[in-house]
């Protein structure tokens, strides 16, 4: 893996604080080793991007286009994240070390210890406390594994809000509890393809399509939501302003190793859309600039959806219903058959542009995992520590552990830092099938 030469890549210098809450959010654009491409609408007289911007918050299309590499947390967001327990821990994994016999060091940075159990959090705190500020009393929004649409929920209950919530059906099936728990949260939950939208109706007609996608499920909340003037659009992952929000998280890591006296070699986080490896990875960037291949960026996907791995890197739409302007990124098409998993977090045919410009540069190694491998290496954890991670995560725990053993064979003392992106807990049932019944 080639690096982009520090007259080339210039990415911001990143402030080294004392572990905390960060002050300011870090935007990966202006660090990124090539330009952002464009959106590109092609639509008669513009509809699309003239829809995201009826639809969507302002405050967050302003974050959008903020070209500054460190932006102002607002003090009340601030707040929020302090009391759903930011900064999250940075914990090594000293028992998991011995049971590999490994000279490495493992760190996890634990996202799964949040209210909701999921790192969705530090963006919906943000979107919801953007929109009450801006008068919107109700959200809709979709979600793949559950856990945006929890936050969703979490975040709408504690500042007075009405979300609604496209989740794609294969998930909502499986996860009965995070189902009842929306819904006890007071969100509207429908199940994607739903019976609400012209597009889920159409789309719900064909046999092939029973358990839904993250693709659809946005189409049907852009649906709703164009057809809804009080309703505002809200998402998860994929846009610049979800990307910022999760900064924090890697703002957070960088300051804990450097209060620890540690310095990482590998990073590692799971990938789906791509908030939680951007934002873990982006404020590594300038040492990335400096280092070279001697500090790593790993994304694990899951083999059912190999976005990076087999994906093309080319102009798609991230919504079934084309309803979204097309981004460039890596993408197995809006056609490809997306099997039934229980990783629904990883599940959908393509990711955020900015992952797409960090992979295409070279910066990215990309793994795909099978998903009986990735739930071994959650169990593995949970015998060693006593942490149940969410099959998302395991994909990046897997990718960590064949770092720690490959340090075994090379005898080289190496740190390995995994942005454990979400808890378990809502995932018991896919632990059943794949450790407990095979």
């Not at 400096?290 to 990076?308: C, K, M």
């Not at 997306?338 to 990783?343: D, F, K, N, R, Y």
């Not at 542009?353 to 295409?360: D, E």
Request: aromatic content about 6%; hydrophobic content about 40%.
């Amino acid at each position: 893996m080639s690096t982009p030469s520090n007259n080339v890549w210039a990415p911001a210098q990143v402030p080294v604080g004392e572990p905390g809450v960060p002050t300011h959010w870090l935007n990966p654009i202006p660090s990124l080793p090539e330009p952002l491409p464009p959106v590109v609408d092609d639509s008669e007289d513009q509809y699309r991007m003239k829809l995201q911007r009826r639809i969507r918050l302002q405050s967050m299309l302003a974050l959008d286009a903020d070209t500054n590499s460190l932006i102002p947390i607002p003090e009340a967001v601030r707040e929020d994240l302090a009391n759903i327990g930011r900064p999250t821990p940075l914990t090594r994994a000293r028992a998991l070390e011995r049971r590999l016999g490994t000279p490495a060091q493992i760190y996890l940075k634990r996202e799964d210890t949040l209210p909701t159990g999921a790192f969705k959090l530090n963006s919906a705190m943000a979107q919801v406390r953007a929109a009450k500020e801006e008068g919107a009393e109700r959200l809709v929004t979709e979600t793949g594994a559950g856990q945006w649409g929890h936050a969703v929920a979490f975040a709408c209950a504690r500042l007075g809000l009405h979300p609604t919530i496209f989740w794609a059906a294969i998930s909502a099936r499986q996860k009965a509890s995070r189902h009842a728990l929306l819904e006890l949260l007071g969100a509207r939950v429908e199940s994607s393809p739903s019976s609400v939208t012209e597009l889920g109706r159409r789309v719900g007609s064909d046999p092939t399509m029973v358990n839904g996608s993250l693709g659809l499920a946005i189409g049907e909340a852009v649906e709703y939501a164009a057809g809804h003037p009080e309703t505002r659009y809200i998402s998860g992952s994929n846009v610049p302003h979800v990307l910022i929000h999760q900064s924090v998280i890697g703002l957070e890591t960088k300051a804990q190793l450097a209060a620890l006296g540690v310095s990482p070699d590998v990073l590692i986080a799971c990938v789906g859309g791509g908030s939680n490896l951007v934002g873990f990875m982006a404020p590594f960037f300038d040492d990335k600039a400096a280092r070279g291949d001697d500090l790593r960026f790993v994304a694990a996907e899951a083999a059912t959806s190999p976005r990076l791995t087999k994906g093309r890197y080319e102009y798609d739409y991230s919504d079934l219903g084309c309803n979204t302007p097309m981004v460039k990124s890596y993408t197995l098409g809006r056609d490809y058959e997306l099997p039934p998993t229980h990783v629904g977090g990883l599940r959908q045919h393509s990711g955020s542009p900015i992952v797409g410009v960090v992979h295409h540069a070279d910066l990215l190694e990309a793994r795909a995992y099978e998903e009986k491998d990735i739930f071994a290496a959650g169990h593995a954890l949970l015998m060693a520590e006593q942490i149940l991670i969410a099959p998302e995560s395991c994909h990046a725990l897997l990718a960590g552990i064949e770092e720690a053993l490959e340090a075994k064979r090379a005898g080289e003392a190496r740190v390995i830092v995994i942005c454990v992106s979400g808890s378990g807990t809502h995932d018991l049932e896919g632990y059943v099938e794949k450790v407990i019944k095979q």
